[in-house]
C-alpha cells in the first residue's frame, strides 16, 4: 500500500518501549548478522535489474535489521448513477514493511498494514458510521492486513492471488517500470494493476456484505523520488511522497448488498522519517488496540497474502437480513422541461 509524515508523536515512554522491540527485532535469529546490502544505484531505466532494486527500495528497506514506515491518508468516496460523487469519510493507515533478500539475487517484500476510517467533520477515528444511502448506523471495520507480501524480481510479478481465487497469470517479461523526469531533480513512477476475480464474499452467504459474486478493482499509484537519492548508495530505503487511487465494490461493513455504485479512494502518502515515533497517537493506539503486533514489520516470510476484502471473511460474520429489505437503489434520473 505510503504515507505523510506531519502527524505528531507520542510520549517519550512510549518511543523507548518501541525502540526496545527494534532492537529485539534486530537480535532475533533470522536477522542476527547484518549482512553487506549490494543494489544498483546508477539511474538504468532499461535495466530490468535496476528497476528491481530502486523498486524494492521505494517500496521498502534492503536492509533487514531495520523497518520502513508509511503513512497514507485521504478521503473515501461513494459512485452512484444520477447523483454527485459523495465524500464519505476519511482514510488514516499506515504500513511496516521490511525486505528479505531471496537466494536468487531478488527481493520478497514482507509487510503488515492498518487503515482506520475517520469522521469527515470531526476528524476523528470511527467505530460506528451512519451510511447515507440506508440511513443505517453500522459498525466500522478497520482495514488490517497481515501479511501483505510479494516478490520484487527483475521479470514483471503475477498479480496477487488472494489465496487462489484469482487465476490471472501473464507472460514473463522483464521488469522495466513506467518512469518520467519531474520538476527539481526527481523521477516520477507511474504504476498500477487492474483486477477482476471471484469474490470472497458470496451472495448467497453475505447478502448484504457482498457487492456481487465478482470483485472488480483498479490500483494506481504515483511515486515521487530524488535522482541524488537514488544515486546514493547508503540509502537503502529511499524518501517516497506519491498518490495513490483506488476503485472498489462498496466496503462489506457499509451493508449495502449488490446495490449498483462503488467506492473511490484518493489519498497521499508518504515515507516517515521517524517511525512510528512519526504517527498520530490516536492511530498507533487504534492500530495497538487491534494488535501491538501491526507496530512492527515482519522478521520472516509468511502468508497467505490476502486483501481487505477476503480478509473480512475470516474477520466478521454476515449481517442479519431484516425482513423485506432490498439494496439502496440511486435516485431517478433528473428530469428536464422540454426544449421549445
Known amino acids: 500500500m505510503s504515507n505523510d509524515p506531519t502527524g505528531r508523536g507520542f510520549s517519550r515512554r512510549e518511543s523507548l518501549g518501541l525502540a526496545g522491540a527494534s532492537l529485539a527485532l534486530a537480535a532475533a535469529p533470522a536477522i542476527a548478522a547484518k549482512p553487506k546490502v549490494s543494489f544498483l544505484t546508477k539511474i538504468d531505466l532499461k535495466n530490468p535489474q535496476w528497476n528491481r532494486d530502486t523498486y524494492a527500495r521505494i517500496d521498502g528497506e534492503l536492509d533487514v535489521t531495520k523497518q520502513k514506515v508509511s503513512r497514507i491518508k485521504g478521503k473515501v468516496y461513494g459512485v452512484r448513477d444520477n447523483e454527485k460523487i459523495r465524500p464519505l469519510f476519511q482514510m488514516d493507515g499506515f504500513s511496516v514493511v521490511r525486505t528479505l533478500r531471496l537466494p536468487d539475487g531478488n527481493w520478497r517484500r514482507i509487510l503488515k498494514e492498518v487503515v482506520f476510517y475517520r469522521d469527515l467533520e470531526t476528524g476523528k477515528i470511527m467505530d460506528r458510521w451512519r451510511n447515507p444511502y440506508t440511513n443505517e448506523d453500522v459498525k466500522v471495520v478497520p482495514i488490517a492486513n497481515d501479511p501483505f507480501n510479494y516478490d520484487i524480481r527483475d521479470t514483471k510479478p503475477q498479480p496477487p492471488s488472494y489465496g487462489g481465487l484469482n487465476k490471472d497469470q501473464r507472460a514473463p517479461e522483464p521488469f522495466l517500470l513506467d518512469w518520467s523526469d519531474g520538476p527539481e531533480g526527481t523521477l516520477i513512477l507511474e504504476t498500477g494493476i487492474d483486477l477482476f476475480y471471484p469474490a470472497a464474499l458470496q451472495p448467497d452467504k453475505w447478502p448484504r456484505e457482498s457487492a456481487g459474486a465478482f470483485n472488480r478493482v483498479s490500483e494506481h499509484f504515483l ?54 515515533a ?32 477476503e480478509n473480512y471473511v475470516k474477520t466478521q460474520k454476515p449481517a442479519p437480513v431484516p425482513e423485506g429489505w432490498s439494496p439502496p437503489q440511486p435516485p431517478a434520473p433528473p428530469s428536464f422541461p422540454p426544449r421549445k
Open 278 to 309: 512519526g504517527l498520530p497517537a490516536d492511530l498507533v493506539a487504534a492500530a495497538r488496540a487491534i494488535d501491538p503486533k501491526y507496530l512492527e514489520a515482519p522478521t520472516e516470510d509468511y502468508g497467505p497474502s490476502l486483501s481487505s476484502l
Open 223 to 276: 511515486f515521487f523520488v530524488q535522482r541524488k537519492d537514488i544515486e546514493n548508495p547508503k540509502l537503502t530505503a529511499l524518501p517516497v511522497t506519491g498518490s495513490w487511487s483506488r476503485i472498489t465494490p462498496w466496503l462489506p461493513w457499509m451493508l449495502m448488498g449488490q446495490a449498483p455504485g462503488c467506492i473511490n479512494y484518493f489519498a497521499s502518502f508518504a515515507t516517515v522519517s521517524n517511525g512510528i
